[in-house]
C-alpha cells in the first residue's frame, strides 16, 4: 500500500465531508456508494475511481475496517514481535550474546502495543490520504441501504444524511464470533478485538478455537512466554488445511508446550471473585484454570441495520448476503463484497471481489473469482499457506493424485537461517500413462512460506502441469527452492529428491 504523507486531522476531516442534512434538498448523488471502508470496501473505492467514477464511502468506523485496526495488520504486528523474540532467544547459536546475564531476553507488551499502533495509524493516514487523492468522499458514519439506491447515514457527530448511487456496493465487512457460555466482558474472556488492545500479556490462556486465528494467537502468547491451552470442537486443529500441515503444526504446538484439545466440549467458565482469572469447566468434569481467555471461533457478517424494507437485497438464514459470482446481489444495481458474503474471510478475496463488482457496474468483462484457488496464509509459527486442493479432497473429487514431499531440512537457506522445521508438499494429477499433469494444490509449511507461496498459486491457478512449472528457476540459495525441487521432482527427474 502506497503511504501517502498527510496529517491525521486531515483524515478526519475526509470523514465527515460530503453530503447534504436529510431534507435540506436533493441528495448528493456518486455513481458508486460504497457502504464500509475496510479491505473490500476502499478497494472497490479505490478501483472505482481508477476508472473514472464518482465515488463515496459510508465508514462507521475508520477507512481501514477490521483487517487494519482490529485483525490482520495488528495480529501480524504481534506476531512479528513473538518472531523476533524467538530470534533474540537463538542468538546464541549465531555467536551473538543478547538477553542479558540470565540470556533471555525480556518482553515489554506496553512497547510492543505502542509499536503496533504507530503501524496502524500509519497505514491508516496513508489510506486516507490515498482516497482523498483518488477524489474519494467518505463519509462517518453507519449506512443503511433504502429503496432505489438511497443510502441514509447516521453520522457519528449526531446527524443524519442521506446520499444516493447509481450503483450501490456493500461492504461492511464482519465481527467476531462468540459462544454460549463465554460472554465477553473485555477484560478476562474477549475476542480478538479486546486481545489485540491489551497492554500486558497474560501469563495463562486459554484460546478457544484452533482455526487460522486460534492458532495465530496461540502462536505468539506461546512464544512471549504464556501458558496456552487451546480448545477445538472439531477432530484437528486447522480443519480446513492439508493433513500433512496439520501433523507438522501440531507436533511444533507439543514440542513449545501449546497444550491442543481437540474435540472439546466446553461447558462454561466461573470467574474468580477477585477478578483475576477464571476457571473453564470442559469434557467430563476437567477443569482449567487461566488468566484470560481468548475466543477465536471465526467471525460472523455485519449485517444488521444494513438493510431497510424494500430493497431487493436477500439475506439467507445465517446473515450473508446473497450474491452471484459477479457480486451482484437480487436486486439490480446493489453488489455485495467482503465479509457480507459467504466467501472466504480473507482481506485478498476482498480486494478480488472489488474489482470484480466494479467491472461488472462498468459493464467490462468480468472473471469470478475462483474460490478453491485461493491463496491461503496463517501466519503461527511454522508458519502456513496453501492453495488449490488438499490431498483428501482430490482423492475425494475422483483425481488419481501423485504427491511430493520435500521437507525444509533439507535446503541450504533454511539451515542457513537455522529454521528447517516444515516441508512443501504438492499435489497434481496422474496423467493415464502414469506421468504427472495438472498441479492441484501447493500446501507449505515452514518458515516465511506466506511470501513463498506466488509461484505456487499461480501454478494451481494456470491449470500449469509439473513439466511446464518445472522451467521456473528458482534462486540459490533460497526458501523457494523446496518448491522447484518438489516440482522438478513430480517430472522424475529430481536432483535431490527420488
Known amino acids: 500500500m502506497e503511504v501517502v504523507p498527510t496529517a491525521p486531522e486531515v483524515a478526519m476531516e475526509q470523514a465527515t465531508t460530503g453530503g447534504v442534512d436529510a431534507g435540506a434538498g436533493d441528495p448528493e448523488h456518486f455513481d458508486v456508494v460504497v457502504i464500509g471502508g475496510g479491505p473490500g470496501g476502499y478497494a472497490t473505492a479505490l478501483y472505482g475511481s481508477a476508472a473514472g467514477l464518482s465515488v463515496a464511502v459510508v465508514e462507521l468506523d475508520k477507512v481501514g475496517g477490521t483487517c487494519l485496526h482490529r485483525g490482520c495488520v495488528p495480529a501480524k504486528e504481534y506476531l512479528e514481535t513473538a518472531a523476533v523474540h524467538r530470534t533474540v532467544t537463538r542468538s546464541g547459536e549465531f555467536g551473538i550474546t543478547a538477553g542479558g546475564a540470565g540470556g533471555s531476553p525480556t518482553l515489554d507488551f506496553a512497547v510492543s502495543q505502542k509499536r503496533k499502533q504507530q503501524v496502524v495509524e500509519q497505514l491508516f493516514v496513508g489510506l486516507s490520504g490515498l482516497l482523498k487523492g483518488k477524489g474519494v468522499t467518505v463519509f462517518g458514519g453507519s449506512g443503511t441501504l433504502l429503496a432505489d439506491h438511497r443510502v441514509r447515514i447516521a453520522g457519528n457527530d449526531g446527524s443524519t444524511t442521506e446520499i444516493t448511487g447509481t450503483d450501490v456496493v456493500l461492504a461492511a465487512g464482519s465481527v467476531p464470533r462468540t459462544i454460549p457460555g463465554f460472554d465477553i466482558d473485555g477484560i478476562v474472556v474477549m475476542t480478538s478485538d479486546e486481545f489485540l488492545s491489551l497492554e500486558v500479556l ?29 480448545f477445538e470442537a472439531l477432530p484437528t486443529i486447522l480443519n480446513d488445511c492439508d493433513e500433512d500441515v496439520v501433523r507438522t503444526v501440531a507436533r511444533s504446538f507439543r514440542k513449545r508446550g501449546i497444550e491442543v484439545k481437540v474435540g472439546a466440549q466446553l461447558e462454561g467458565h466461573a470467574l474468580d471473585p477477585s477478578g483475576k482469572g477464571t476457571v473453564i469447566s470442559f469434557g467430563d468434569g476437567e477443569k482449567l484454570a487461566v488468566d484470560a481467555v481468548v475466543v477465536s471461533v471465526g467471525r460472523r457478517p455485519r449485517t444488521e441495520g444494513l438493510l431497510s424494507q424494500g430493497t431487493g437485497v436477500v439475506v439467507d438464514d445465517r446473515g450473508f448476503i446473497v450474491s452471484d459470482p459477479t457480486m451482484r446481489t437480487e436486486a439490480d444495481g446493489v453488489w455485495a463484497v467482503g465479509d457480507v458474503v459467504a466467501t472466504p474471510q480473507l482481506a485478498h478475496v476482498g480486494f478480488a471481489e472489488a474489482i470484480v463488482a466494479i467491472k461488472g457496474i462498468l459493464g467490462e468483462p468480468v472473471v469470478p473469482v475462483d474460490y478453491e484457488r485461493v491463496p491461503w496464509a496463517i501466519y503461527c509459527h511454522p508458519e502456513v499457506a496453501f492453495a488449490g486442493l488438499t490431498e483428501a479432497a482430490a482423492r475425494e473429487a475422483g483425481f488419481d493424485v501423485v504427491v511430493k514431499k520435500d521437507p525444509f531440512g533439507g535446503n541450504s537457506r533454511a539451515r542457513i537461517i537455522g529454521d528447517t522445521e516444515g516441508m512443501v508438499k504438492v499435489v497434481a494429477e496422474r496423467r493415464p500413462d502414469g506421468t504427472t499433469g495438472r ?28 513439466d511446464e512449472v518445472a522451467h521456473f528457476i528458482q534462486p540459490h540459495p533460497s526458501l523457494s527452492e523446496s518448491f522447484g525441487e518438489t516440482v522438478l521432482a513430480l517430472t522424475g527427474r529430481g536432483l535431490h529428491l527420488a
Open 439 to 466: 498441479i492441484l494444490g501447493v500446501h507449505m509449511v515452514g518458515p516465511w512460506v506466506t511470501e513463498q507461496l506466488g509461484a505456487g498459486y499461480l501454478a494451481v491457478n494456470w491449470e500449469a502441469t509439473a
Open 202 to 230: 497474560p501469563a495463562s490462556v486459554a484460546v478457544i478455537g484452533g482455526g487460522a486465528i486460534g492458532c495465530e494467537f496461540a502462536s505468539l502468547l506461546s512464544d512471549l512466554g504464556s501458558t496456552v491451552t487451546v
